[in-house]
Each structure stands twice: as structure tokens, then as C-alpha cells.
């Protein structure tokens, strides 16, 4: 079976790109489509793949600023030449479930959110606070975008969602069905040490950027004077900065094992925005820490309340104070909650990404051809 990936754009590191990279360790030989693509910005892992990018490759600073480029992605993606594969296994969020593809071959997209910026805009400019030049140019190209997400969403054969809430969103806004698999985490990258004894801090690890919401955080460990530690970098870490009081402190980049070893020895992880899914928290249940979580979106899959994590339901800051003032991580066993991160094991997503590519094969064998006969 000839199988051929395909990505929206690789010019950043994160969960969908993890994702990618799972179904290489499925496909090893299967050659990765994608708009565009920057080796300095994703792991090097992708440049032992056969990575096939379109014309906008050759755009001036598109790995860099993508975003101007909006435009041109539908036609980017279309035109990406994709004969002579028995399988087209995208991963997508925005353009990549648009490419176009043979009668014969069966088109699978692992979908991790319908586009954000269509179906979520006033949400989308609030959130990433855009400038005047963009919030006056966006709306005019979102009703087509709308329009052509919708449409290229029926060029796909089967959705997998990578939560329900994306699941509810894909029928809300394609009315299709989608399969619930969630994204893999790497839980051999994080060891499990039982007698860990906790530090003193909570811990957030996230790009620092509006959406994440890390301002909660950080206001609600400055009321109560509670040690936070925060790991990464982003567009936004300037105004946190000048939120944080003298308990917050601030990593920048740091390397895996030194992420790692604030995951072992953190009172809790903090993860107060809401996530298609979230794969961080699944990494610090890995290393047997419970999560301090807003209880909405993906955080509602991959942790339970009151065994291997607490939600506040209220994405303000009084709402995680009420949670972080009664927080006692000695209520929460470490070997439970690191056996609830095994469950979403890379082996475990290789397995159901299988399963559900050879049912589908399955039935789309055993489903008679349309007749030919003329009257």
C-alpha cells in the first residue's frame, strides 16, 4: 500500500507536529506534503523524512511570517500532487485536509481543530490580540475561507478527531462524523519515580503567547505568594513578566531533561487555557503529577477530576484561587495517575490509528461498485 502524509505547515514544534511524527514511526517510508517547511523550527527528527513542499517554499520569509500568506494555502494545498497513493493520511488544524486526491485513493484526516480563525474569529482576534492592519483585512478573507474549509472538508473520506470536543465541532461545522482518538505522548521521555518527593512549585510549561491564559496563573500565584515556575517563550512574555510578583519565575528554553526534571518535582502542573487537547498535561501525568486545569475542551479527555487532576470551572482568577488555596497534591496517588498517561502511549496510538485505517479499508472493499450500466 502506497500511503503518503500530509501536514499544514512545518515551521513550528508542537502537538500536531508530534503527531506527524507518529504516523512516520507508522509509515516510515511515506513521503511528508506540507505548504511549507523550516528545519531550524521543528525537531530534527524531519530531516530524515522525504518532506515535499509546495511553491510557497520559495515565498520570501514565508518560513519566518506565515501569516500574510493566508491567501495562497488553498491553492498551496490543492496543487500538491498526490497520484499513484492507495492512502493520504493528513494531519490538520487548517489546509491540509483541502489536497485533492484520486477516486481510488482513501483520504484519512487526523483533525485537530476545524480552522480557529473561521469558526472562532471574534474569539481568535481577542485572544491573539491582532493589530489594527489585520483586524482590518481578516474579515474580509474569512467568508471565503469559511466557505472553502467547508468545501474541502468533504473532499475527506473519514475524520479522526483528536478529542470529542473536536469531534462536536466538526459535525457543528462539517456535518461529518469523526472517530475520537487522542494524540500520542512519548511516556518513555518522562520517567516514572515513585518516591519522588514534590518540591514546593507549581509549574507551567507553554509557549508564552495570549490564548494560554498563563496571566491567570500568574495573578492567582501572586495573590496567595505561591511559587511558579514557568517554562518557554513567546510574543507575549514581556507583558507576563510585568504581571509576575517576586514567587514567579520565569525559564525561558530549556533543555528535555531539564524540562523534565521540573515536571518530577512540581506540587502540580498548571494548565489554565483551554486546549483542542493539551498534550503537557498528559507529560507531567507521565511523571505521576497531578494537573490544576480550567474544565473545558481537551483537558476534559485526558485528565480525571479528583484522581489524576482538579478543574476550576471558571477561567478567572478568582476561580483557580478558590482551587490553588485548598490544594493538597498528597490527596493524589503518583502510580495512578502515571497509569492514566500510559493510556495515550505512542504504541497505543499506532495501534488505534491502524485499527481504524484497516477497518475503513475494510469497508470500503467490501461496499460494491456504483454500476456503470447506461439507460
Known amino acids: 500500500m502506497k500511503v503518503a502524509l500530509v501536514h499544514d505547515y512545518l515551521n513550528q514544534m508542537g502537538g500536531a507536529e508530534r503527531v506527524v511524527l507518529a504516523f512516520h514511526e507508522i509509515f516510515p517510508d511515506a513521503p511528508l506534503y506540507t505548504s511549507i517547511y523550516d528545519p531550524k523550527r521543528v525537531d530534527p527528527i524531519f530531516q530524515k523524512m522525504d518532506i515535499r513542499t509546495s511553491f510557497m517554499q520559495k515565498l520570501p520569509l514565508v518560513t519566518k511570517h506565515h501569516q500574510p500568506y493566508l491567501p495562497l ?7 500538491l500532487d498526490l497520484r499513484g497513493y492507495d492512502l493520504v493520511l493528513s ?14 485513493t482513501m483520504h484519512i484526516c487526523y483533525c485537530h481543530t476545524p480552522m480557529r480563525w ?10 491573539e490580540h491582532l493589530g489594527k492592519v489585520a483586524r482590518g483585512v481578516l474579515p474580509f478573507m474569512i467568508t471565503g475561507l469559511r466557505v472553502w474549509d467547508q468545501i474541502s472538508a468533504q473532499r475527506v473520506d473519514h475524520f479522526i478527531a483528536n478529542s470529542p470536543t473536536i469531534a462536536e465541532r466538526i459535525r457543528k461545522y462539517y456535518r461529518r462524523e469523526a472517530a475520537y482518538i487522542p494524540p500520542p505522548v512519548d511516556t518513555k521521555r518522562f ?16 509557549r508564552l503567547i495570549p490564548y494560554k491564559k498563563l496571566d491567570l496563573a500568574i495573578q492567582a500565584c501572586n495573590r496567595l505568594q ?17 504581571l509576575a510578583g517576586p514567587t514567579i519565575r520565569f525559564m525561558g528554553h530549556l533543555s528535555d531533561e531539564e524540562v523534565i526534571y521540573y515536571f518530577q518535582h512540581c506540587r502540580a502542573f498548571l494548565f489554565p487555557g483551554e486546549e483542542d487537547f493539551g ?10 503529577r497531578p494537573i490544576i486545569a480550567y474544565g473545558a475542551g481537551g ?5 480525571i477530576d479528583g484522581v489524576t487532576g482538579v478543574f476550576f470551572q471558571e477561567q478567572t482568577v478568582e476561580s483557580l484561587v478558590n482551587v490553588l488555596a485548598t490544594f493538597d497534591e498528597r490527596r493524589f496517588d503518583p502510580l495512578v495517575i502515571h497509569n492514566h498517561a500510559l493510556e495515550f502511549d505512542n504504541s497505543r496510538f499506532s495501534r488505534r490509528i491502524l485499527q481504524f ?10 461496499t460494491p461498485a456504483l454500476s456503470t450500466n447506461k439507460y
Open 279 to 288: 498534550i503537557t498535561p498528559l507529560e507531567a501525568q507521565a511523571c505521576g
Open 357 to 366: 485505517i484497516e477497518a475503513k479499508m475494510q469497508e470500503n472493499k467490501a
Open 73 to 79: 494555502y488553498p491553492f498551496a494545498m490543492e496543487n
Open 226 to 242: 505561591l511559587p511558579l515556575v514557568i517554562i518557554g517563550r513567546g510574543r507575549d512574555e514581556e507583558r507576563l513578566k510585568k
Open 191 to 206: 520517567p516514572f519515580e515513585p518516591d519522588m518527593l514534590p518540591g514546593d512549585y507549581f509549574l507551567a510549561v507553554s
Open 91 to 104: 494531519s490538520s488544524s487548517a489546509f491540509g485536509k483541502g489536497v485533492i486526491t484520486r477516486p481510488e
Open 299 to 303: 483537558a476534559l479527555a485526558s485528565i
Open 118 to 127: 473561521c469558526w472562532n474569529y471574534q474569539e481568535y482576534v481577542e485572544r
